[in-house]
């Protein structure tokens, strides 16, 4: 039987791709969907729309991760933070010289790519950096919420999967870079529940765009750009201004009054 070179090539190409998945290390154990206890912030696409650049905003704050188990990864991220002076957020980091908790801030976070589990037990995340979305709501200054590009490398010094003692529950305990625990996950649904595994929005390079699951371009941490569909922010209505009607009212019943008495 005669092989031609198409052959040859998906031959080598198969094989290099078992070779690879013989010498990453997965865990098994992470395959699935996992989130916080409100179990409100899912990953998938009822969190995030690639196709519409939108998000949709949870019911409560929380964290999801999903994991497949060959290697792939996908966090949604839904917290709220008291208005700040002076805010630099990159994935945990918040900085401020003041706050005002009449104004909260909303902040949602998107991204996917690989992961790999190294010889000494930790695991690193790394994103296709084109796709990772972030959405930040600071009603009191902006009309419109920021909706930028975002992608963060993660490091988890470790991680433990078990069955929670009082939930009778699939618990995951992640640790940060610096050993800090992250608030536990439970795991949702074995199954996980998760966007595509490649590049969902690639960036043209000339006139051709390459879209590709194993990208491993990396950036400043916490890069942010503005994405190429530009419009799709979610709006947020005016916050009312309690003061403001309360003198209108006043207003009103004082000229209700003058003219009563004038009649």
Not at 103 to 125: E, R, V, W
Not at 203 to 221: C, D, E, P, V
Not at 238 to 262: F, H, R
Request: aromatic share 14%; hydrophobic share 35%.
């Amino acid at each position: 039987m005669r092989h031609t070179f198409q052959d040859k090539v998906v031959s080598v190409l198969t094989l290099s791709y078992y070779i690879y998945l013989g010498s990453a290390a997965f865990d098994s154990r992470l395959t699935g969907t996992w989130s916080t206890k409100s179990n409100a912030v899912i990953t998938g696409p009822d969190f995030y729309d690639p196709v519409h650049e939108r998000f949709t905003e949870p019911s409560l704050t929380g964290i999801s991760y999903s994991f497949t188990d060959d290697g792939y990864y996908e966090e949604a991220y839904y917290r709220a933070i008291a208005n700040q002076v002076g805010v630099f957020i990159a994935y945990y980091a918040v900085s401020s010289t003041a706050t005002n908790p009449q104004c909260p801030q909303g902040l949602m976070q998107f991204q996917h790519g690989t992961y790999d589990k190294a010889d000494n037990g930790s695991l690193i995340l790394t994103p296709f950096a084109v796709d990772g979305r972030q959405l930040l709501s600071t009603p009191c200054k902006y009309q419109n919420s920021i909706y930028t590009r975002w992608n963060v490398t993660e490091l988890f010094q470790r991680y433990e999967v078990y069955t929670d003692p009082y939930h009778k529950m699939l618990r995951l305990d992640l640790y940060g870079f610096d050993g800090a625990p992250m608030n536990p996950m439970y795991l949702v649904q074995a199954t996980p529940k998760m966007l595509p595994t490649i590049t969902m929005n690639p960036i043209s390079t000339g006139s051709k765009a390459k879209s590709t699951g194993s990208a491993k371009s990396k950036r400043s941490y916490g890069e942010a750009e503005v994405p190429f569909n530009k419009n799709a922010i979610r709006r947020r209505k005016e916050p009312i201004d309690a003061d403001k009607w309360w003198w209108i009212g006043v207003g009103m019943t004082a000229l209700g009054s003058i003219g009563y008495l004038c009649s």
